[in-house]
């Protein structure tokens, strides 16, 4: 494996459940094997033979050098790769990433990882639990630390097996941890939600944590999961009593039961059927949802009680609405449309730059009467090869006084740190990319998730673990002094 700049051509590219009554309990595990599969999520980890077209078309960019070789490592210039810790113990697809202290929280298919990462140059392993249920979206506020389950499992517990959705006593919600022992997690609550919880978002405050849970794709097979399915669970967990966790409400934030996708204009267009992820913004009172076939701007004043101040859809160029990024200011939102779920080669020439991509939205006006104005959309222009699983995913601002920077998963797109200050004009300004896993079968992987925390960024590789990287650059050196104790992205802080 090499590690460059590449010389790449630019033009391509239901209830809350007590800890005593339930028997929860976590395994904690030591480096080795972990007795358990990944469980069927958004990209669960595949591998299927390429068409010989794609074989031949993926070798023929990487010998002509449009494309990295097979796990070959570049970068731009004014990005330097510091370090890889490969999975371990647990052997899943790797998820989204949390913050707090000198510590990095890492979700897995099979559980979640801890990281000490007081030396970003030298991360450090100090716990992995074993918890299998996709896809164990992961967020920490204080000493809790919290976990989403969307598959169904056997019952609530972190020794749980798979079992078919039509079971009546098929288990799918949120599970609490705490974390005041970082080196051995101690599973404390667990509440059951329509649904599932597929991702969840954090509303933080002093004597409770209300957690808004993303659910959507209810199957007439599920018996807990009948449509309509329109709006969100909320759950009320008390700091000082985690096992009282419930859920306090199910606001519908869809009475007229949202997009009803397909069209010839787009068949790729998702229906919706709940929200896939939803970011807020507390000292704004604000929220924006991604929400399969919309997006949406709402008022979180009473976070019990979230309204709907506007609403938006994309029926030409969106498929499915998948997650939201405030810019500091909060007059702006990017929005991005994960095209294929997650699992398509969607990154090149075929699909063009405004599928599959990011859309840039500006806020206009004040209070409940704030409209979502749609300015631009942004892709990266590296083309990847037909065997790569690469679409627009989960990141994060880089906070820069007065200009709008962002950095970005895009799976096997890797990494791509971009500038939407001018919002018609977004433009990548540095990135870090593997090459494909393999050039002759479509394999997932690539960067969920990559976030800028105090200085650095870091990436979860679905496949190749947790990655570091540092970015020198004028443009985004001034966020190097800014300083959190605490990120769960899809709550995003107040930077200035």
């Not at 329109?230 to 606001?251: E, L």
């Not at 859309?359 to 942004?378: P, W």
């Not at 799976?411 to 018609?424: E, R």
Request: with cysteine; charged share 20%.
């Amino acid at each position: 494996m090499s590690l460059s700049t590449h010389p790449r051509a630019r033009r391509r590219r239901r209830l809350g459940v007590a800890a005593a009554a339930a028997g929860l309990f976590a395994t904690l595990l030591a480096a080795g094997p972990a007795a358990a599969t990944p469980e069927p999520g958004d990209t669960p980890a595949q591998r299927r033979s390429a068409t010989t077209a794609q074989q031949d078309e993926a070798r023929e960019a990487i010998r002509s050098g449009e494309i990295p070789g097979v796990d070959e490592i570049v970068h731009s210039k004014n990005v330097e790769h510091l370090a890889n810790i490969p999975k371990d113990a647990l052997k899943g697809t790797n998820s989204d990433l949390a913050f707090q202290g000198k510590y990095a929280f890492a979700g897995n298919y099979d559980g979640f990882r801890i990281f000490d990462i007081s030396n970003p140059k030298k991360p450090r392993s100090v716990a992995q639990v074993l918890c299998p249920g996709s896809q164990n979206d992961i967020s920490v506020s204080g000493n809790l630390l919290f976990l989403s389950t969307d598959s169904s499992r056997s019952d609530n517990s972190c020794s749980s097996t798979t079992q078919p959705a039509t079971e009546k006593s098929s288990w799918e919600g949120m599970k609490i941890f705490d974390i005041s022992d970082i080196r051995n997690p101690r599973y404390v609550a667990a509440v059951e939600t329509a649904c599932g919880s597929h991702t969840h978002t954090l509303v933080p405050e002093r004597k409770n944590v209300y957690v808004y849970v993303s659910s959507y794709s209810p199957r007439a097979t599920y018996p807990d999961c009948q449509p309509p399915h329109d709006g969100i669970s909320i759950i009320k967990v008390p700091r000082n009593a985690p096992q009282k966790a419930a859920v306090v409400d199910f606001p519908v934030l869809f009475p007229d039961g949202g997009n009803p996708g397909g069209g010839t204009e787009n068949p790729n267009l998702s229906e919706t059927t709940g929200c896939h992820d939803i970011t807020v913004l507390p000292s704004k009172d604000l929220a924006a949802g991604a929400c399969m076939g919309d997006g949406i701007l709402f008022s979180i004043k009473d976070p019990e009680k979230p309204k709907v101040i506007d609403r938006v859809q994309d029926n030409t160029n969106f498929a499915f609405w998948h997650s939201a990024t405030f810019n500091e200011r909060a007059d702006k939102v990017v929005f991005t449309d994960e095209l294929g779920g997650g699992s398509g080669a969607t990154c090149n020439a075929e699909i063009g730059p405004k599928r599959g991509a990011n859309g840039i939205y500006e806020i206009k006006g004040h209070g409940d009467k704030r409209k979502l104005s749609f300015k631009s959309y942004y892709k990266i222009d590296r083309h990847q090869a037909p065997t790569e699983n690469c679409v627009a995913h989960n990141g994060s601002l880089i906070p820069v006084p007065g200009r709008d920077i962002m950095v970005q998963a895009w799976y096997q797109g890797g990494v791509s740190i971009w500038d939407f200050t001018n919002s018609s004009q977004p433009r990548e300004i540095g990135y870090f990319e593997r090459g494909p896993l393999s050039a002759t079968e479509n394999i997932t992987g690539g960067a969920w998730s990559a976030y800028y925390y105090n200085g650095f960024i870091y990436a979860n590789d679905m496949a190749k673990g947790f990655d570091v990287l540092k970015i020198d650059d004028r443009r985004t050196d001034p966020a190097k002094r800014v300083r959190l104790h605490e990120l769960n992205t899809q709550t995003q802080p107040d930077y200035l």
